[in-house]
T-cell receptor, first 109, second 116 residues
Framework: GQNIDQPTEMTATEGAIVQINCTYQTSGFNGLFWYQQHAGEAPTFLSYNVLDGLEEKGRFSSFLSRSKGYSYLLLKELQMKDSASYLCAVSDSNYQLIWGAGTKLIIKP | ETGVTQTPRHLVMGMTNKKSLKCEQHLGHNAMYWYKQSAKKPLELMFVYSLEERVENNSVPSRFSPECPNSSHLFLHLHTLQPEDSALYLC???????????????FGPGTRLTVL
């Protein structure tokens, strides 16, 4: 079967750095997405990785290792507004998105 | 209006009611999706429409009935639901369906459904 694993919940301090991991087992791989979802709002696109390595976009970076079936989202200089759920999704061999259950990130002052 | 909009944002209904959820996308996309989001569970893909034709129906109970009258609008008709159907129902759109690896989906804010 296809499976995406990510931690259910994480807590971090304002101004710090946090890394949210995602491991996947899918039938084929055509890229990995990270989405951010604030409570009661729409998920919004953060990043897309299809090749190994690190993609940096401001305070957010996303890393991919295809051989390990592993990705992480790195958030730097955390702000209170970063409190949200972070969803990992993999595009499989049929370009279908397989979703993780999301990681709820709590930022404390 | 921009992006993907959904109405209503909140809905409470009894098990014998009939209601409909509406989604509209203002992005000129060709594919539209219905997802169910329950707490601490992955997004469940329910239906996919591509160019107004249904292309995915992931074993969804018949009490959920989708309709796509044109490429901008998507409905989810609800009838004799069960309490376990209470969830957030998200609509999404993408430029095309399943034809490239980079196929970013744009989501609406969802309808929070409670079935009593």
């Amino acid at each position: 079967g296809q499976n995406i694993d990510q931690p259910t919940e994480m807590t971090a301090t304002e101004g710090a750095i946090v890394q949210i991991n995602c491991t996947y087992q899918t039938s084929g791989f055509n890229g990995l997405f990270w989405y951010q979802q604030h409570a009661g709002e729409a998920p919004t696109f953060l990043s897309y990785n299809v090749l190994d390595g690190l993609e940096e976009k401001g305070r957010f970076s996303s890393f991919l290792s295809r051989s390990k079936g592993y990705s992480y989202l790195l958030l730097k200089e955390l702000q209170m507004k970063d409190s949200a759920s972070y969803l990992c999704a993999v595009s499989d061999s049929n370009y279908q998105l397989i979703w993780g259950a999301g990681t709820k990130l709590i930022i404390k002052p | 209006e921009t992006g993907v909009t959904q109405t209503p944002r909140h809905l409470v209904m009894g098990m014998t009611n009939k209601k409909s959820l509406k989604c509209e996308q203002h992005l000129g996309h060709n594919a539209m999706y219905w997802y169910k989001q329950s707490a601490k569970k992955p997004l469940e893909l329910m239906f996919v429409y591509s160019l107004e034709e249904r292309v995915e129906n992931n074993s969804v109970p018949s009490r959920f009935s989708p309709e796509c009258p044109n490429s901008s609008h998507l409905f989810l008709h609800l009838h004799t639901l069960q309490p376990e159907d209470s969830a957030l129902y998200l609509c999404a759109s993408s430029q095309d369906y399943a034809d490239s690896s980079y196929n970013e989906q744009f989501f609406g804010p969802g309808t929070r459904l409670t079935v009593l």
